[in-house]
């Protein structure tokens, strides 16, 4: 396993931007796919993107899709979520995960390290 580390996370007027980063702590992660999940207060931990070990190939949720970019730069060891457009349903906490494969995937369970989650409030 590899212990995850998120930043970026805060308050937020609709419409306005963040960009979550998200760092291994004491190792490389080139070899490792990355996602980044959500939850909201109450709901189940869903899907938002993922993306391969090259950064070649990115999945995301429908909801999140033309509005949130995930990359990731594997010089500085980060990949990152660009969110832009946000909206209130939008606020959940963020986590970001990493799967030993170098494929990306939107199952939850296809992921074996877990951040500790970054939290996002969109404000209307």
């Known amino acids: 396993q590899v212990q995850l580390v998120e930043s970026g996370g805060g308050l937020v007027q609709a419409g306005g931007s963040l960009r979550l980063s998200c760092a291994p702590s004491?190792?490389?992660?080139?070899?490792?796919?990355m996602g980044w999940f959500r939850q909201a207060a109450g709901k189940e931990r869903e899907f938002v993107a993922a993306i391969s070990w090259s950064g070649g190939s990115t999945l995301y949720a429908d909801s999140v899709k033309g509005r949130f970019t995930i990359s990731r730069d594997n010089t500085k060891n980060t990949v990152y979520l660009q969110m832009n457009s946000l909206k209130p349903e939008d606020t959940a906490v963020y986590y970001c995960?990493?799967?030993?494969?170098?494929?990306?995937?939107?199952?939850?369970?296809?992921?074996?390290?877990w951040g500790q989650g970054t939290q996002v409030t969109v404000s209307s």
């Open positions: 995960a990493a799967r030993w494969d170098y494929r990306p995937s939107t199952a939850r369970a296809d992921f074996g390290s």
């Open positions: 004491g190792r490389t992660f080139n070899s490792y796919a």
